[in-house]
């Protein structure tokens, strides 16, 4: 079945606003520590290029990215998910936070979240723009977090359908094609 891009559900402005306010965040509860922020490819690269230019200067930062696979083609989680681009640096002893466009089952995040933690970071933090609760299958601590939304998928910013609207400056959901 198709899906047709729908409304859009999250405005630019609403969203530019919520980033700033997360970086502060960040930035309060880290001050001038230096943190390592790993980006999960493909998603949350908008949000992470957005995210780290509101960073107060006085934080040191050093990016890293991982990539996963948890979805095919369709809207649904395989539940399965596979680290497909590990890290490049070695993040013993580092002050880390993920960032993640959504969670959704958190199943992606629960699988990250234990691998990363097996090398012995100070601290391993979550930050994601968007938190769908419904869908939950696992418990997961979003300690940043943009966004709750209803449970339906959406696409821009970032977030893509099967490859697609990913460079949309806002967030939709879809609509089936009739
Ligand atoms: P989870 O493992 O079910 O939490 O899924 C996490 C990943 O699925 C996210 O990082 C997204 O890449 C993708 N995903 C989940 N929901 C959506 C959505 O509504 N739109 C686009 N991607 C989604
Ligand atoms: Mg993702």
């Not at 369709?74 to 681009?85: C, D, F, L, N, Y």
């Not at 994601?128 to 601590?141: A, H, N, V």
Request: hydrophobic share 40%; proline share 3%.
């Amino acid at each position: 079945m198709g899906f047709d891009l729908g409304e859009v559900l999250i405005r630019r402005k609403t969203i530019q606003e919520r980033v700033r306010e997360l970086a502060f965040d960040i930035g309060s509860a880290y001050g001038d520590m230096d943190l390592v922020l790993i980006g999960v490819l493909k998603g949350a690269v908008v949000f992470l290029s957005d995210l780290i230019r509101e960073l107060p200067v006085s934080i040191t930062t050093e990016l890293d990215f991982l990539a996963v696979t948890s979805y095919g083609p369709s809207t649904e989680s395989s539940g399965v998910v596979r680290i497909i681009k590990d890290l490049d640096i070695n993040i013993n002893g580092r002050n880390v936070i993920i960032v993640e466009d959504i969670v959704d089952t958190g199943l992606t995040l629960s699988y990250l979240v234990s691998i990363l933690r097996e090398r012995e970071p100070e601290m391993l933090e979550i930050c994601s723009l968007l938190d769908k609760p419904s869908r939950r299958k696992t418990e997961i601590d979003i300690a940043f977090k943009g966004f709750e939304i209803p449970d339906e998928f959406v696409v821009g910013y970032g977030l893509d359908y099967s490859g697609r609207w990913r460079n949309l400056p806002e967030i939709h959901t879809l609509k089936k094609r009739d």
